[in-house]
């Protein structure tokens, strides 16, 4: 897989802040040229939150495709609750401004930005 190493990782909490653990987490991506692979599906895959509900994620940074900014497709479900579809985002994007799915809230923490990029993001569930 060539493109530049992207590691993500965070939590899973509840709105009160307790960790959820066996929560799916399924991510798919475009790889770095902006491409989806929707024959192999390279870049698409799923992954439990560990007990303390953390979960890290080794990857790509995306890559960028026609109308849209930088972006990685997530769905999140909890044990036998419902599923959340979202999206993360990549701040100092020159397309979020002009993307109109994308959401600021949604922007991961960019903690190292070179050579190999490591972010995180939290994804906090609703379950009351
Ligand atoms: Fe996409």
Redesign the pocket.
């Given at each position: 897989m060539t493109g530049t190493r992207l590691t993500l990782t965070g939590l899973v909490l509840s709105t009160g802040c307790a960790p959820v653990a066996k929560a799916l987490i399924d991510f798919w991506q475009?790889n770095d040229v902006g491409e989806y692979d929707n024959a192999g599906f390279h870049l698409r895959g799923h992954q439990f939150s560990a007990p303390d509900g953390s979960y890290t994620l080794e990857t790509v940074y995306p890559g960028l495709y026609p109308g849209?900014t930088r972006?990685i497709?997530v769905k999140v479900q909890a044990p036998n609750r419902p599923v959340l579809t979202t999206q993360l985002y990549f701040p100092d994007e020159p397309r979020n401004a002009s993307d109109g799915i994308y959401r600021p809230e949604l922007l991961a923490d960019l903690l190292d930005a070179s050579p190999a990029k490591r972010a995180a993001f939290d994804f906090v569930l609703d379950l009351g």
């Open positions: 475009c849209r972006h497709h």
